[in-house]
């Protein structure tokens, strides 16, 4: 619930990834807030924030390309669940803000309404960087296939997700959604999930994923806290 303390832990682990030799990281969704509707208002920022300066900061600093998972955007009176992008100069190269809102309510399962709380984006995100082309989404806007088409099709080779999936939709779809989005378009998709908190209010799934356009899973962490 601290979220001073949620980002000098993210800051930790990009600095942990830089060190292993990563020229690109990637935090996962809403990495400094609780994912619960009653918190992304007292935990946004405007664009230029706290999270914003050290992702920036941080890109800067160790001299790679940094998603910034998503963060509760303030923009007025709407808040946006938004993803940022570093260049290894610290300037800030693209902004997502998620599409498709995560309102679902399964029988004996999950229930959630993001659009109660957030406003949804309207724009598909690509950026390009001295390895390609790069298209960006956040967790629900992977369950689309028109959007990663979209990607591929403009060019894009590989599909960053900073997602999380709960315990109801995690063990049903985490893995061949980012499967067959990759199969699909022939991309590479990566999936940044948080690690799983047992006992907070919204418990992710977990297991940050990457998939080759063939549909193999390459990588794939667990329920803990670790880089991947």
Not at 30 to 43: E, I, K, S, T, V
């Amino acid at each position: 619930p601290d979220k001073g303390k949620n980002i000098q832990t993210a800051c930790g682990k990009i600095r942990e990834a830089a060190k292993n030799g990563a020229d690109f990281a990637v935090l996962p969704e809403m990495f400094c807030c609780p994912y619960d509707n009653a918190c992304f208002r007292a935990y946004g920022e405007p664009e230029g924030g706290p999270a914003y300066q050290m992702l920036s900061r941080a890109a800067r600093e160790l001299n790679l390309w940094l998603v910034g998972g998503s963060l509760p955007e303030l923009d007025g009176d709407k808040i946006y669940n938004t993803a940022y992008v570093f260049d290894p100069t610290g300037t800030c190269v693209a902004r997502h803000r998620k599409m498709h809102l995560f309102d679902i309510d399964v029988q004996g399962g999950q229930s959630f309404r993001e659009s109660a709380t957030l406003s949804p984006g309207n724009d598909i995100t690509l950026f390009d960087t001295p390895y390609g082309r790069i298209g960006l989404c956040i967790c629900f806007d992977m369950r689309f296939p028109e959007l990663a088409r979209i990607m591929s099709q403009d060019g894009a080779w590989a599909v960053f997700c900073p997602a999380s999936f709960n315990m109801t939709t995690g063990p049903a779809h985490w893995e061949v959604i980012f499967r067959s989005r990759a199969v699909e378009s022939q991309v590479y998709t990566l999936g940044c999930a948080p690690a799983r908190d047992e006992q907070g209010s919204y418990v992710s799934y977990a297991n940050s994923i990457a998939v080759s356009p063939w549909g193999d899973v390459i990588a794939r962490a667990g329920a803990e806290e670790t880089t991947l």
